[in-house]
């Protein structure tokens, strides 16, 4: 039995339909319903009462779940040990990165490791909170995230090791071709912003230390909203509004004359690059990819 079957199995039990449990796996219906047919025919049980409209599980299914359940808990249990102890064993480190951060401080930090020669570096990118999911279920080595001086790190001081890489700034900036459309409108009393989702690490930092301070100047208008900083990146090229974007992403932008930046009109803030593990799960291999890391210049200067 696949363990993918059982999560099936599970999202018909939790969702109640077969349309339903379709979408929480990311599947059309039809692709769905074949691949319940083929979960019952491995097993040699009908799953399903089809009898009824709609269709729906059957009692002894519906009584086994507790047990699917631990089955599918002590099947992902078993995936991420068999993989902490590959990587272990073949002196991998795996880190987690904000996107925001894949563009700035990543790349410098893989070419460090990569001068190593015998460690391998798998990179892989996720929002803040995901980050330090990965982190606490030790799917990762350590991890680059943004931090606000005004909020505190979500896992307690014990578990943690922490090492500052210096700050970025967000800025922003617009089109050049829109900026004299930006220009009027602001001093019309209106702005036209790509904004970040409210419930994002970013969204809440934009909404507490900028449009927070523009209220009293502008009435704000969210003509787009995108929690990943590359897709605000092109949507300002493209002149949608104004965005508040990571100095070292809009660089190149700013010099070939494609964006311009507006710190003349708009409030900036500053964000710090934090590089975390976990204090219980230190090898060889992960203590020379810290030490890495501790040696980085300030990636303002690196």
Request: charge should be negative; charged fraction near 25%; hydrophobic fraction near 40%.
């Amino acid at each position: 039995m696949r363990l993918e079957w059982l999560e099936d199995i599970l999202a018909v039990v939790d969702t109640g339909s077969l349309a339903r449990a379709g979408d929480q796996r990311l599947l059309t219906q039809p692709a769905f319903s074949r691949r319940i047919k083929l979960i019952e025919k491995h097993i040699g049980v009908e799953l399903f009462d089809r009898s009824k409209k709609p269709a729906q599980l059957k009692k002894s299914v519906i009584d086994q779940q507790l047990k699917i359940q631990e089955l599918v808990a002590g099947l992902h249990d078993l995936r991420l040990e068999l993989q902490r102890k590959d990587r272990e064993a073949g002196k991998q480190l795996v880190i987690a990165s904000q996107h925001a951060i894949i563009t700035s401080v990543a790349p410098t930090l893989i070419r460090k490791l990569a001068s190593m020669g015998d460690i391998n570096t798998r990179l892989r990118s996720a929002n803040r909170d995901e980050c330090y999911t990965l982190l606490m279920t030790k799917q990762v080595d350590f991890i680059l995230v943004h931090h606000s001086r005004s909020e505190q790190i979500p896992v307690p001081d014990g578990f943690i090791e922490q090492w500052n890489l210096g700050q970025e700034r967000f800025i922003p900036v617009c089109a050049t071709i829109e900026l004299g459309n930006i220009t009027q409108e602001f001093a019309n009393g209106e702005t036209q912003v790509i904004a970040y989702p409210n419930d994002a690490f970013l969204g809440q930092v934009v909404n507490r230390e900028i449009f927070s301070k523009m209220w009293d100047a502008t009435i704000i208008h969210k003509k787009a909203e995108t929690a990943l900083t590359l897709a605000a990146l092109h949507l300002a090229l493209e002149g949608v509004g104004v965005a508040w974007l990571p100095y070292s992403l809009v660089a190149s932008d700013l010099e070939n004359g494609n964006l311009t930046e507006l710190c003349n009109m708009f409030p900036s803030c500053e964000l710090d690059v934090v590089a975390i593990r976990l204090t219980d799960n230190e090898t060889t291999t992960k203590n020379t990819g810290w030490d890495i890391v501790i040696s980085m210049d300030d990636i303002n200067g690196s």
